[in-house]
Every structure is written in C-alpha cells, then in structure tokens.
C-alpha cells in the first residue's frame, strides 16, 4: 500500500514548478494525495481486521483460506481505486 503514495507523490513532484504553478494546480496535487492516502489508510484497516479475524478463522476451520484471501484481495482493492483516482487528479492540474 505504500508504494501507492510513493507513485503519487513522483508524479506531483513532477509537475511541481517554482513559478507558474497556480492555486488550481496545488488543490488539484492535495486531493489527489488526499485520494491516495486516505483510500490506502482504509485499506490497511480492512486488511488489518480481515487478516486478524481471518488468521484465528483459519486456526479453526482450514477451508476459510481462500474466502479470507479473496477478502483481502477486495479490500486491496480498495486503495487500488484511490491510486487511480490520484492520477486522475495528478493529471487534471494545468501545469505539464
């Protein structure tokens, strides 16, 4: 999840000019970290509270490894979302 913030914060870095850079382009920057970071913080904590009660399911009854990791999947998916919003952002700022 963190080379997520990592592949966002390049592509800002990129943009980023000492002049020219107007108000529109930096909102444009902080929604999309915005974007990424939260929807990452989300995803941590639903692989968080899926991997513990997923580790103690499976301790129990062996047959939920793949429910619990097909649940870990779709919460991935989730901060997966948040970097393709970001870039949507990243790029929707006037500076190129």
């Given amino acids: 999840l963190g080379i997520y913030g990592f592949i966002i914060s390049v592509l800002i870095a990129q943009k980023v000019a000492p002049e020219g850079y107007k108000m529109f382009d930096g909102y444009a920057h902080l929604a999309s970290g915005l974007a990424c970071g939260l929807s990452g913080l989300s995803a941590g904590m639903a692989i968080g509270v899926v991997g513990d009660s997923g580790v103690r399911a499976n301790a129990q009854q062996p047959k939920l490894f793949v429910g619990m990791i097909l649940i870990l999947i779709f919460a991935e998916a989730l901060a ?17």
Avoid: F
């Fill in 80 to 96: 997966l979302y948040g970097l393709i919003v970001g870039i949507i952002l990243s790029g929707k700022s006037s500076t190129q």
